[in-house]
C-alpha cells in the first residue's frame, strides 16, 4: 500500500541532504524524483529582455517511480494572473500528485510581466515541442502527453491547444469550468479521454 512522505522529508530527499537510509525509504515509498531542468531557449529566448532566471523559462522534468510510470505526461502551467507564478501549490504540488498517479510531470516556468501575454503563450507552445522531441529520451509516450493549468495557466494551456496539431484543431477542447480562475485541461493525444475520465464540468 503507497502511504505518503511528509513534504519536508520529499523535499529534503530532492535534496540530498537525508541519510541513505531515509532516501532508501522515500524512494521505496514512491518519492518522484527531479531528473532534470531544461532551458526552452538555450540561446536565448525570443524578446528576452535580460538574461536573469524570469528572462530564461525552462521546464522541471519529475517522473514517477519506474514501476508506476504509464508513460503518460503533462505539461503543468502555474497560475498567477501573468504578473507571478505559484510555483509550488500550482506547480510542484501538482507533480508530485501526478508522480503518485502513473504520470510524469513537467512544470513550466513561463514568462510573466512585464512580458506580453503572447510570449507566455510562446513558451507554452516551445515547452510542449520540447517536451515531444524528447519524449523518447524521457521513456514517455508521445501519443499520452497534455498540458494543465491554472488561472492563468489555464488560460495559456487553452491558448496553446488551438495552434497544436491537426488532431487538436479538429475537436474543440475543454476545461473544468470558465479560464478565468479555473482549472483547464488541454489534451495533445490522437484521442480525448474518455467522458469517464474526465473531470465534472462546472455549471
Known amino acids: 500500500m503507497h502511504r505518503s512522505i511528509p513534504a519536508v ?15 532508501a525509504e522515500a524512494a521505496t515509498a514512491g518519492a518522484a ?22 528572462d530564461r523559462p525552462e521546464l522541471t522534468v519529475t517522473l514517477p517511480p519506474a514501476g508506476r510510470a504509464t508513460g503518460a505526461a503533462m505539461v503543468v502551467c502555474p497560475g498567477g494572473g501573468y504578473s507571478v507564478l505559484m510555483m509550488t501549490y500550482e506547480g510542484h504540488d501538482i507533480a508530485r500528485w501526478l508522480n503518485e498517479h502513473g504520470m510524469a510531470a513537467i ?38 502527453l497534455g498540458m494543465i493549468g491554472f488561472s492563468a495557466g489555464g488560460h495559456l494551456a487553452m491558448s496553446w491547444a488551438p495552434a497544436s496539431t491537426p488532431a487538436i484543431r479538429r475537436r474543440p477542447t475543454w476545461s473544468s469550468g470558465p479560464v478565468a480562475g479555473r482549472t483547464s485541461w488541454c489534451w495533445s493525444t490522437p484521442r480525448p479521454p474518455s467522458a469517464a475520465a474526465r473531470p465534472p464540468m462546472s455549471k
Open 33 to 54: 524524483v527531479v531528473t532534470r531542468t531544461e532551458v526552452l531557449w538555450p540561446e536565448g529566448a525570443p524578446g528576452a529582455l535580460g538574461t536573469a532566471e524570469a
Open 107 to 144: 512544470v513550466l516556468r513561463y514568462r510573466v510581466k512585464p512580458y506580453p501575454v503572447t510570449q507566455s503563450v510562446a513558451d507554452g507552445k516551445r515547452a510542449m515541442r520540447l517536451v515531444r522531441t524528447r519524449a523518447k529520451d524521457w521513456g514517455l509516450d508521445p501519443t499520452r
Open 9 to 23: 522529508l520529499v523535499t529534503a530527499v530532492c535534496c540530498g541532504a537525508v541519510s541513505e537510509g531515509l532516501a
